[in-house]
């Protein structure tokens, strides 16, 4: 089983619906979880942290379900320029991080 | 102007160069990271510093040498390297080994001829 899965998509969304999707890891002492944004042949940026409590930014709420092991990301109200891959990340007690493959999602007008 | 700095963007080399990829950040972190990214694959983890220290070595070939002379550059030395090294090279920053978040640079796009 590999550390970090994500479903790689594309999950097609039209402009303005909400998308929700999980990132599963199976190291149950992990201790942080990040989302990325991963635009096409750019590099990752950090997204937010997802924190125990559940957390949002705008548009974006992450949630960590630490009984399942998984972190959400859900997006409302999508924009065509919320196109990306989206990369999950879990780091263990030593701080390495892992991550996952990505999610690819495609916001159509 | 981005936190790091990555040179140069795109490399193309044949497989008895020998060339270096540089990272510098702004960001006054303690640790550094090179990570290897390759098609429709997660980010592989390379070699890891802190505070100049190199921490981590994730089973690289020794083709991929890594060089940290203080806490804001990283090197990476290539030489003799194979096809299947061709991928995007990311560096990362982050205050903290433990529990911080990564800032990474552009990257730089490795063809190997």
């Known amino acids: 089983r590999k550390e970090v899965e994500q479903d790689p998509g594309p999950f097609n969304v039209p402009e303005g619906a909400t998308v929700a999707f999980n990132c599963t890891y199976s190291?149950?002492?992990?201790?942080?979880f990040f989302w990325y944004r991963q635009d096409c042949r750019k590099e990752p940026k950090l997204l937010m942290s997802?924190?125990?409590s559940g957390n949002e930014d705008g548009r974006f709420t992450a949630q960590l379900n630490r009984a399942s092991q998984y972190i959400s990301l859900l997006i409302r109200d999508s924009k065509l320029s919320d196109s990306a891959t989206y990369l999950c990340?879990?780091?263990?007690?030593?701080?390495?991080?892992?991550f996952g493959a990505g999610t690819q999602v495609v916001v159509t007008p | 102007e981005t936190g790091v700095t990555q040179t140069p963007r795109h490399l193309v080399m044949g497989m008895t160069n020998k060339k270096s990829l540089k990272c510098e950040q702004h960001l006054g972190h303690n640790a550094m990271y090179w990570y290897k990214q390759s098609a429709k694959k997660p980010l592989e983890l390379m070699f890891v510093y802190s505070l100049e220290e190199r921490v981590e070595n994730n089973s690289v070939p020794s083709r991929f040498s890594p060089e940290c002379p203080n806490s804001s550059h990283l090197f990476l030395h290539l030489h003799t390297l194979q096809p299947e090294d061709s991928a995007l090279y990311l560096c990362?920053?982050?205050?903290?080994?433990?529990?911080?978040?990564?800032?990474f640079g552009d990257g730089t796009r490795l063809s190997i001829l």
């Open positions: 997802v924190y125990s």
């Open positions: 190291n149950s002492a992990s201790q942080s």
């Open positions: 990340a879990v780091a263990n007690s030593w701080g390495k991080l892992q």
């Open positions: 990362a920053s982050s205050q903290g080994v433990r529990d911080e978040p990564q800032h």
